[in-house]
């Protein structure tokens, strides 16, 4: 069971953090990401890492402004979203890696529900 938080309203530039608390003895064995969907368009990768955070990947449209980061002690994934921009407006999803590319979500075995993020003009 994956349960983000941390989504809300903000003003562009601005700065949030995701969280997603992974329910299970089995996170740290994952390789984790986000992904979002907007309003009409399809959902896209934003951010992966692998086990035990020596590797991470993100989109070009969110590198050098977000950074993806686990506590696997505390069965937590993360995202930090600086410089936020309206076109980062959507609902970020925390998923757990079951095989294939990191960029793809044909990846992502497991998916939480999902917490909405809004940076407005």
């Known amino acids: 069971l994956l349960v983000e938080s941390g989504g809300g309203l903000v003003q562009a530039g601005a700065s949030l953090r995701l969280s997603c608390a992974a329910f299970?003895?089995?996170?740290?064995?994952?390789?984790m990401g986000w992904f979002r969907q907007a309003p009409e368009k399809e959902r896209e990768f934003v951010a992966a890492?692998?086990?035990?955070?020596?590797?991470?990947y993100y989109a070009d449209s969110v590198k050098g402004r977000f950074i993806i980061s686990r506590d696997n002690a505390k069965n937590t994934l993360y995202l930090q979203m600086n410089s936020l921009k309206p076109e980062d407006t959507a609902v970020y999803y925390c998923?757990?890696?079951?095989?294939?590319?990191?960029?793809?979500?044909?990846?992502?075995?497991?998916w939480g529900q999902g917490t909405q993020v809004t940076a407005s003009s």
């Open positions: 299970g003895r089995t996170f740290n064995r994952y390789a």
């Open positions: 890492i692998n086990w035990n955070g020596a590797a991470t």
């Open positions: 998923v757990a890696h079951t095989g294939g590319s990191y960029f793809s979500r044909e990846s992502y075995g497991y």
